[in-house]
């Protein structure tokens, strides 16, 4: 049981370019989360997904868009990278989308973008 | 929405000593709040957490408390050991969006051996 794993651990950009980032939960979970981590910010939502199928704006969702590929995957798309991006990126599930539901994270990706 | 203000940023102690981090919510309907533990490099991952109609909550070493009238609540650490030292994060639920978390911005807590 890998729990949530999220690829690729570490990236660089250049600005402007665009890509993907994956997750993946095999703790057959409902809904799933993208959060980025900036020094001193904490943990801010960009999207979330409360079921397979839906997909819904967080907090801080310019930018980025989102693909609920299945009720597994849920991967969040840069289309033009800008410096501002450069964060850490997780992923996170949680088994229904009640507010008490506990959410499990994955390790993370770093993106630094030049 | 709900805001989360989580004290003190950064919080050293030594081995054996307790530790206090506080956290104050501004929407009194939130009704869920769990404490994230953060090593470095690594994902956040659960600690303890507890609900409205609880006041306290313990597990071995780790208590938190709630009181919802003042809208705020604590993660208490007896017995520190430099295993501790990580991040610690606060949340509470956001009422009227499903399953959302507000996160406090962290307290870095080093035990000194």
């Known amino acids: 049981n890998a729990g949530v794993t999220q690829t690729p651990k570490f990236q660089v950009l250049k600005t402007g370019q665009s890509m993907t980032l994956q997750c993946a939960q095999d703790m057959n979970h409902n809904s799933m989360y993208w959060y980025r981590q900036d020094p001193g910010m904490g943990l801010r939502l960009i999207y979330y997904s409360a079921s397979e199928g839906t997909t819904d704006k967080g907090e801080v969702p310019n930018g980025y868009n989102v693909s609920r590929l299945n009720k597994r995957e849920f991967s969040l798309r840069l289309e033009s990278a800008a410096p501002s991006q450069t964060s850490v990126y997780f992923c996170?599930?949680?088994?229904?989308?009640?507010?008490?539901?506990?959410?499990?994270f994955g390790p993370g990706t770093r993106l630094t973008v030049l | 929405g709900e805001n989360v203000e989580q004290h003190p940023s950064t919080l050293s102690v030594q081995e054996g000593d307790s530790a206090v981090i506080k956290c104050t919510y501004s929407d009194s309907a939130s009704n869920y709040f769990p404490w994230y533990k953060q090593e470095l490099g690594k994902g956040p991952q659960l600690i303890i957490d507890i609900r409205s109609n609880v006041g306290e909550k313990k597990d071995q070493r780790i208590a938190v408390t709630l009181n919802k009238t003042a809208k705020h609540f604590s993660l208490h650490i007896t017995e520190t050991q430099p295993e501790d030292s990580a991040v610690y994060f606060c949340a509470a639920s956001a009422t009227g969006s499903q399953g959302n978390l507000i996160f406090g911005k962290g307290t870095k807590l080093s035990v000194k051996p």
């Open positions: 996170a599930s949680a088994l229904a989308s009640g507010v008490t539901d506990t959410q499990y």
